[in-house]
């Protein structure tokens, strides 16, 4: 069976502390040293965002924590500058660099399979999921598109933001990719970048019903799971955690067999059509030593000892907390179950004990160790965990900010 994954990345991720806003001021310019007034400055994963004045000059208050900052402006490349943010008010001045790319009228090349391939796109990017089907790239010129027949990797890009509109949350997001590839033979995606998030004017009806869906995408979310991790709250939250061991199935025969059984009765079905008939032991042969090649090389079995928090999680320092394990984590959610438009995917579910309800349930591989992670649910390494199952079919389309903060309580959703 095929399996879908997953790595959700944001290139930022900060933790959102409790604490007063800390300065960050400076001038943007030009590499003359002219200024350059009305220049945006986002905040990477937020709703956090302001304007250089006619000085060029911007002023953001952010609390403790670390950040990527994009200077952007039309004619110019846009800028991303990290910075760790404590106690003391930061001077950045930044300097931008004129775009040749924007500043000269883009000539795309005629490129038939350019639909077909945004298509693929939107469906890996955004999503399958119903709020996907509400949202909309609006300036899909801007991708930069690329497929390799070599490799069988379709990889995308941008050199300014891709502007989608989410009427199923209420945003419109605007989101410089740096890098999205998707791997054709291991049906893995990956994605990074910088996303920032402006909410959509509407009615109250609307406003109350984007309220309602914000909070349904966000429980039982990654971003969900780790900030409840963070805060030791997991299991009150609804995530329970078991262990996925995946080991090498010994009773399947090996590659260099199986392909020299195939061989052997391809030769011997080709020898004899148009011939004589073909001997039914010959036939049934071929079919059973496909089957052995698609077969599995793993079998997965499910350790449903809980494991607790306080045992998995680590602190770094006073704004990173850590996880490191072994084998794959099996995060189920109880507090909602599975879409049924999820559940009726082929090769999406992750198999559970029979006696289990239809809860939502994620896959967490650990890629690169151990996984740092931030209070707002951010990970300080995007490359270091892969998903599978429903965190993995939930993408751009169910996301929401870094500072986005639920209304009610979890508990109280029971």
């Known amino acids: 069976m095929k399996r879908f994954f997953l790595i959700s990345v944001f290139t930022i991720i900060c933790i959102t502390c409790y604490a007063q806003n800390v300065i960050l001021s400076g001038v943007i310019?030009?590499?003359?040293?002219?200024?350059?007034?009305?220049?945006?400055?986002?905040?990477?994963?937020?709703?956090?965002?302001?304007?250089a004045n006619n000085n060029g000059a911007y002023t953001l208050g952010?609390?403790?924590?670390?950040?990527?900052?994009?200077?952007?402006?039309?004619?110019?490349?846009?800028?991303?500058?990290?910075?760790?943010?404590?106690?003391?008010?930061?001077?950045?001045?930044?300097?931008?660099?004129?775009?040749?790319?924007?500043?000269?009228?883009?000539?795309?090349?005629?490129?038939?399979?350019?639909?077909g391939y945004i298509r693929m796109f939107t469906d890996f990017?955004?999503?399958?999921?119903?709020?996907?089907?509400?949202?909309?790239i609006i300036n899909p010129n801007v991708l930069i598109i690329d497929y390799s027949k070599d490799?069988?990797?379709?990889?995308?890009?941008?050199?300014q933001f891709l502007i989608v509109e989410n009427k199923a949350?209420?945003?419109?997001?605007?989101?410089?990719?740096?890098?999205?590839?998707?791997?054709?033979?291991?049906?893995?995606?990956?994605?990074?970048?910088y996303p920032y998030y402006e909410d959509l004017k509407g009615s109250k009806g609307q406003m109350k019903r984007w309220v309602a869906k914000r909070e349904i995408a966000y429980y039982g979310s990654s971003n969900h799971f780790l900030t409840s991790l963070y805060n030791g709250k997991s299991k009150e939250e609804g995530f329970i955690i078991n262990k996925l061991i995946r080991q090498a199935d010994k009773t399947r025969p090996s590659d260099s067999l199986i392909n020299a059984k195939i061989k052997k009765f391809r030769l011997t079905a080709s020898a004899t059509a148009g011939k004589i008939q073909l001997n039914p032991a010959d036939t049934d042969s071929l079919n059973y030593w496909h089957k052995?090649?698609?077969?599995?090389?793993?079998?997965?079995?499910?350790?449903?000892?809980?494991?607790?928090?306080?045992?998995?999680?680590?602190?770094?320092?006073?704004?990173?907390?850590?996880?490191?394990?072994?084998?794959?984590?099996?995060?189920?959610?109880?507090?909602?179950?599975?879409?049924?438009?999820?559940?009726?995917?082929?090769?999406?579910?992750?198999?559970?004990?029979?006696?289990?309800?239809?809860?939502?349930?994620?896959?967490?591989?650990?890629?690169?160790?151990?996984?740092?992670?931030y209070q707002n649910g951010g990970t300080y390494n995007p490359r270091s965990m892969l998903f599978e199952g429903y965190w993995s079919w939930e993408k751009i389309a169910d996301s929401v900010p870094l500072d986005y903060l639920p209304q009610k309580k979890s508990k109280e959703r029971l």
Do not use: H
């Open 29 to 51: 310019k030009d590499k003359r040293g002219e200024v350059l007034p009305g220049a945006g400055i986002f905040v990477s994963g937020y709703k956090i965002a302001t304007v």
């Open 62 to 115: 952010l609390k403790p924590g670390n950040y990527d900052i994009l200077f952007q402006i039309i004619g110019y490349k846009t800028v991303a500058k990290n910075i760790l943010v404590e106690d003391k008010a930061i001077k950045l001045d930044v300097e931008l660099e004129e775009d040749a790319m924007q500043l000269d009228e883009v000539t795309i090349k005629p490129d038939p399979n350019r639909a």
């Open 125 to 136: 990017f955004i999503g399958t999921t119903p709020n996907a089907a509400q949202c909309k």
């Open 151 to 159: 490799d069988s990797k379709l990889t995308v890009k941008t050199n």
């Open 169 to 193: 949350l209420g945003y419109r997001l605007k989101y410089q990719i740096n890098l999205f590839e998707w791997d054709n033979k291991t049906n893995i995606i990956y994605y990074e970048g």
């Open 292 to 373: 052995q090649k698609n077969r599995s090389k793993q079998i997965a079995i499910l350790n449903q000892k809980e494991i607790l928090p306080d045992t998995l999680v680590k602190t770094f320092n006073e704004s990173i907390k850590s996880i490191n394990f072994t084998d794959v984590l099996y995060v189920i959610y109880t507090k909602e179950k599975e879409d049924p438009i999820y559940a009726n995917r082929i090769g999406m579910s992750v198999s559970r004990p029979l006696t289990m309800p239809d809860y939502q349930i994620s896959l967490v591989n650990l890629l690169v160790a151990p996984i740092y992670f």
